[in-house]
T-cell receptor, first 115, second 110 residues
């Protein structure tokens, strides 16, 4: 099993360009999340999904859109990139909470630089 | 809303014991988790507490007091490889959001 994978690993954009980050998981998890991590700020939740076809806003959703058309994939889109979106982006997945299933599994991250 | 507070840095000596505290504010508390992250890596799960008390997993233990909105991660027999950042996180049962603290960087001295 590959676990959680993210594509691409690195990307450099110019201000105003658009791009999509892809997250894929092969653990049949219902829940998927997108976080951004900046120095000294920890992990901040951007958007999340509790099932195929559903998405919800996290702490810092502005400037991002997401889609969960298939259970195994969660896409994060930047329509018009800004330098403030320079960050490391992590995707995570998990089972619904309860019992023993409370672990989030993280992908390796995507390092995005916006010039 | 939700918020978590944890120290930004902690320093300890190899072989010693260190405790990393976390206090939280949330209206719909479901559970407190701890994650470890090495530089350049992804966070990895360490422990989860939903009920008051101590959970032990090898050298790592995690404690929760729901009445005090407080938890801690205890690392025993510290090894150099434990040098990393440690994050506490809470889940809100009302909307299933998981919010992370800003992390505690653990420095281990030989």
């Amino acid at each position: 099993n590959a676990g959680v994978t993210q594509t691409p690993k690195f990307r450099v954009l110019k201000t105003g360009q658009s791009m999509t980050l892809l997250c894929a998981q092969d653990m049949n998890h219902e829940y998927m999340y997108w976080y951004r991590q900046d120095p000294g700020m920890g992990l901040r939740l951007i958007h999340y999904s509790v099932g195929e076809g559903t998405t919800a806003k996290g702490e810092v959703p502005d400037g991002y859109n997401v889609s969960r058309l298939k259970k195994q994939n969660f896409l994060l889109g930047l329509e018009s990139a800004a330098p403030s979106q320079t960050s490391v982006y992590f995707c995570a997945s998990s089972y619904p909470p309860g019992g023993l299933f409370n672990e989030q599994f993280f992908g390796p991250g995507t390092r995005l630089t916006v010039l | 809303g939700q918020s978590l507070e944890q120290p930004s840095e902690v320093t300890a000596v190899e072989g010693a014991i260190v405790q990393i505290n976390c206090t939280y504010q949330t209206s719909g508390f479901y559970g407190l988790s701890w994650y470890q992250q090495h530089d350049g890596g992804a966070p990895t799960f360490l422990s989860y507490n939903a009920l008051d008390g101590l959970e032990e997993t090898g050298r790592f233990s995690s404690f929760l007091s729901r009445s005090d909105s407080y938890g801690y991660l205890l690392l025993q027999e510290l090894q150099m490889k434990d040098s990393a950042s440690y994050f506490c996180a809470v889940r809100d049962h009302r909307d299933d959001k998981i919010i992370f603290g800003k992390g505690t960087r653990l420095h281990i001295l030989p």
